[in-house]
């Protein structure tokens, strides 16, 4: 089985970060997973309430996700257990996941604006 | 000729500036348009210092960037005046842009980190 790539700390861009937060749907999933307690399964992910993804793109959002430093994914068994690197992230970019998701009107615990 | 088109503010989404500055040659262009005293002419915007924008790309950046919101451009005679929307925006998605361009290592006046 192919290994997971997820990008260093050091080696995260910027621009990879905002292409991957430039669709609404991944936005969805990463603050889903961001509040989640355990690491979310893609199965638990693909019902976003008001929306159901696919399992193949859900899958191309995680690569997606996982390639631009956003997410850790960990295959256990037939499952795979992802969750978020918001704490390094912060650590690279302060205060530039926070300031995207209010954007969105999806930071945990702030009622959506549109 | 073909009326430009720009957002209004409440018009304007985080996808498209996310998108929109998703791209390292935006973000030079958007940030040296902000460090502009006047609005800046797209062929004073070609040479970004170290790599020369081949005109038909710049003109597609100006397009992405007028389109998602980031920037005003106003036709005069042959030439088109540009200038951001920072205080527009900054009302909408406070501190969005400023993480960004901190993120890039590109906010005016700071040293560039990479």
Partial sequence: MRPLFH?????????????????????????????????????????????VIPKSSLSNHFKVLRESGLVLSERQGVEMRNQTRCTELDERFPGLIKAILTAYGQLPGQPKTD
């Fill in 7 to 51: 990008p260093a700390l050091k080696d995260i861009k910027p621009e990879a970060i905002l292409y991957a937060l430039s669709d609404p749907e991944r936005v969805a999933i990463f603050v889903k997973l961001a509040g989640a307690n355990s690491g979310g399964t893609c199965s638990a992910l693909a019902d976003l309430g008001d929306r």
